[in-house]
């Protein structure tokens, strides 16, 4: 199904909705600064999440001119990219907020994950062997290595929570918070990493049978 869509197209594919993602990111990060917090930066809201992810990827696609490196880009936008939509769309109060702006953002910000990651199975550029889901994993553990950083970085009383492992304080995550407060925090986040994996595995399996 390569043959259907070509490398450049679907660079320019991921580039524009990079641009689109970064945009209301930045629309959002104002509003949330100067509106809502006082002209106050509220770390929480940095953008370095499971969700954040696609964007700076679909920001980069225009230097993955290799098949092989474009391939496991589009891999992780369908594995994981699609995990993030599904599962914050399966509990949409986590995207309700007191405007509407933000919850509009919120909502379009999954739905696109969601298409970026249909896009990807569909078009044949993303892998579909095991092989391939094990080839993303050095990129996900990296992401999992920089959120530990940012949140050891912002201190203990700071609100940083990338990628919801914090050694701080439990997981604000359902079931994860219950896990982290009776078993440690140290557990609570393994489990919520494994659970990730676990996760994007099941999505791509999925995805191999869209095909």
């Given at each position: 199904m390569i043959k259907k869509f070509s490398l450049h197209c679907i660079e320019k594919?991921?580039?524009?909705?990079?641009?689109?993602?970064?945009?209301?990111?930045i629309l959002k990060q104002l509003l949330?600064?100067?509106?809502?917090?006082?002209?106050?930066?509220?770390?929480?809201?940095?953008?370095?999440?499971?969700?954040?992810?696609?964007?700076?990827?679909?920001?980069?696609?225009?230097?993955l001119h290799s098949e092989k490196t474009l391939r496991r880009a589009a891999t992780f936008l369908q594995d994981f990219g699609l995990l993030g939509g599904i599962m914050a769309l399966a509990v949409p109060p986590g995207l309700m907020h007191p405007y509407w702006t933000m919850t509009l953002h919120g909502f379009l910000w999954h739905f696109t994950l969601l298409f970026l990651g249909l896009?990807?199975?569909m078009s044949g550029i993303a892998g579909?062997?095991?092989?391939?889901?094990?080839?993303?994993l050095p990129f996900f553990f990296l992401c999992c290595v920089i959120a530990w950083v940012i949140n050891i970085a912002a201190g203990p009383?700071?609100?940083?929570?990338?990628?919801?492992?914090?050694?701080?304080?439990?997981?604000?995550?359902?079931?994860?918070?219950?896990?982290?407060c009776a078993v440690g925090i140290f557990w609570g986040n393994l489990l919520y990493v494994v659970s990730m994996i676990v996760g994007g595995l099941l999505m791509h399996k999925i995805s191999s049978r869209l095909l």
């Open positions: 594919v991921l580039f524009f909705i990079g641009i689109f993602l970064l945009t209301s990111e949330l600064t100067f509106v809502m917090n006082n002209g106050h930066y509220n770390l929480w809201y940095f953008p370095f999440q499971l969700c954040s992810i696609p964007m700076y990827i679909c920001l980069a696609a225009p230097l896009l990807s199975c579909h062997e095991r092989r391939d889901y094990m080839d993303i009383t700071a609100d940083a929570d990338m990628f919801y492992i914090s050694p701080f304080h439990p997981s604000s995550q359902a079931v994860f918070h219950e896990i982290a």
